[in-house]
């Protein structure tokens, strides 16, 4: 986000305190990404964010606040990139969502790497607080996934730890992948968790025809 | 005559106290959590002297990090027991065993369980590094006792082992560690389908 001009500029300044806000989130999150949580010290997320120190106590009281805020917002902008692609294919079958919703999530955190550092990496590291944050927000896929989820073929029902195990599993693996620094690579993993996903439901011929029609 | 203890020998003392101190950290940390455990808690909770602590481990961490690696430690021998008695069994079966032996590890070992799937994730980057590694030698585990076929994505190993350890970790977080062998039905089927083709079922 860019710093706003000097001087007079006629900004109300409710307009400006949310510009400076989000800026100190921004600067925060690549800070973070580029030296680590331990290492993130105040004064270089307000040089990053260009806002200086007394204002940055005036919007949060600590780093940890402003590490709170970041890691909400960062959440926010996954979900709601993911949940926006599934809105576009809405009237598509179940397997045409989750594509399309597994192909944004990758694809963000693919484009925007410091965003998979704080959400699955170096802000795993903060402490509980942060941990149970990432728990409910991992939880908070799984009615995505299983909407309109078809029963499987062999009939009956797939069972509730299922749809929890599939997307807890596709955390971990992209967990992993940011933990080694390779969260620029995930988009390639495209594949093999739409496979996974899709798995549970359609079983895995299914699965993979719809995965080789592209 | 004085009535004097029965002498052990003293590297049984030692090794029951520092059992005790493992347990310990391992209770106190299910009850309030790992960021609220003190060492004085420690202490009182396994009847041993302060410096009796402090000679064994250099402070919490190191101490929470060996309850870690004692309950990994024996979950593992229980899972191996458990698949000493296997014969020729299909991979279908030994997966069951293994699935059912860590099940049941859990759910006779609640406190523990907790510290490693629910606490040592998030008790700082060494604990973390920690569940890391023990994940990744599960991942193997299973890569090695898959059964051979080609066309399967090269991370599914990954995806299973993570998604498992989700859903347990859930349970024991939620309470129900007691309950951890309800979930076997449901997560062999999550770890073995992938495996089979559909029209084999």
């Known amino acids: 986000m860019d710093r706003l001009p000097r001087g007079r500029h006629g900004l109300s300044p409710e307009f400006v305190a949310r510009n400076q806000r989000q800026r100190l989130i921004s600067a925060l999150i690549l800070t973070l990404a580029d030296v680590g949580y331990q290492k993130t010290t105040v004064s270089m997320i307000g040089r990053r964010a260009a806002v200086s120190k007394s204002d940055f106590y005036k919007h949060f009281e600590s780093k940890d606040e402003c590490f709170l805020a970041a890691y909400d917002h960062a959440i926010d902008r996954l979900r709601g990139a993911v949940i926006e692609a599934c809105a576009k294919v809405d009237g598509e079958a179940w397997p045409a969502r989750v594509r399309a919703g597994i192909v944004a999530l990758l694809g963000l955190l693919s484009a925007e790497p410091a965003l998979a550092a704080i959400l699955l990496a170096e802000g795993l590291r903060a402490g509980r607080g942060i941990y149970d944050r990432y728990q409910a927000a991992v939880e908070s896929f799984v009615p995505l996934l299983r909407r309109g989820a078809p029963e499987p073929p062999g009939g009956g029902e797939v069972p509730p730890a299922t749809d929890e195990a599939v997307v807890g599993g596709i955390a971990s693996l992209l967990s992993r992948r940011a933990i080694a620094g390779e969260a620029a690579g995930l988009a390639a993993l495209t594949p093999d968790v739409l496979e996974f996903a899709l798995t549970p439901h359609l079983g895995t011929e299914a699965a993979r025809r719809i995965i080789s029609a592209g | 005559m004085t009535t004097a203890r029965p002498q052990l020998p003293p590297e049984f003392v030692a090794a029951h106290k520092r059992r005790r101190m493992v347990d310990a950290m391992a209770e106190l940390c299910a009850e309030q959590g790992y960021e609220a455990t003190k060492i004085a808690d420690v202490v009182r909770t396994a009847h041993v002297a302060r410096k009796t602590l402090y000679d064994n481990f250099s402070g919490k961490e190191e101490l929470f990090l060996a309850a870690f690696d004692t309950t990994v430690a024996d979950g593992d021998a229980a899972v191996a027991e458990a698949c000493e008695s296997l014969g020729d069994d299909t991979w279908e079966e030994r997966a069951e065993a293994v699935l059912r032996a860590l099940l049941e590890f859990v759910a006779a070992h609640p406190a523990q369980a907790r510290l490693c799937l629910v606490e040592a994730p998030a008790a700082g980057a060494t604990s973390a590094a920690r569940y890391d590694a023990a994940v990744e030698t599960y991942i193997e585990h299973l890569r090695r006792a898959a059964p051979p076929g080609g066309g399967r994505p ?48």
């Open chain 2, 154 to 201: 090269a991370t599914l190993e990954e995806a299973l082992v993570g998604g498992t350890l989700w859903v347990v970790q859930r349970q024991v977080r939620n309470g129900g560690a007691e309950e951890a062998l309800d979930l076997l039905p449901e997560l062999l089927e999550f770890v073995i389908s992938p495996y089979r083709g559909v029209g084999k079922r």
